[in-house]
């Protein structure tokens, strides 16, 4: 990916968890995205999570994936994955044409 190395941070409310993941989402922060989003979904109980993607520069296949475990995780716990912001670039690598993303 060769750019910034990625971060992710989290911000919480009575209602929602934040998660923004800034940077490049290479398998380094794939991982720890992956983690993070079960542990809120499955172990915490987190039942609407929006995930801040605003200042993500690059992702690839290994982020659609962890994107699309931690959607269907949710759907099967009765909580809700919001993606917020993602630039066109990043939208396109993380999205394919035909899938509805909630924004």
């Known amino acids: 990916m060769g750019g910034r190395s990625g971060s992710i941070r989290t911000a919480k409310t009575a209602a929602v968890v934040i998660v923004s993941v800034e940077g490049d989402l290479d398998q380094k922060v ?3 995205l992956r983690d ?3 542990d809120l979904i499955v172990l915490q109980g987190s039942r609407v999570i929006v ?3 605003a200042n993500l520069e690059r992702a690839d296949t290994l982020g659609s994936a962890v994107l699309a475990g931690a ?3 949710a759907r099967e ?3 809700e994955l919001r993606i917020h912001a993602p630039r066109r670039e ?3 690598a993380l999205f394919s ?3 509805t993303v909630a924004v």
């Open 30 to 32: 794939a991982v720890e």
């Open 36 to 38: 993070l989003l079960l």
């Open 51 to 53: 995930i801040d993607l």
């Open 71 to 73: 959607t269907e995780a």
């Open 77 to 79: 716990q009765g909580s």
């Open 90 to 92: 990043v939208a396109e």
């Open 97 to 99: 044409p035909d899938e």
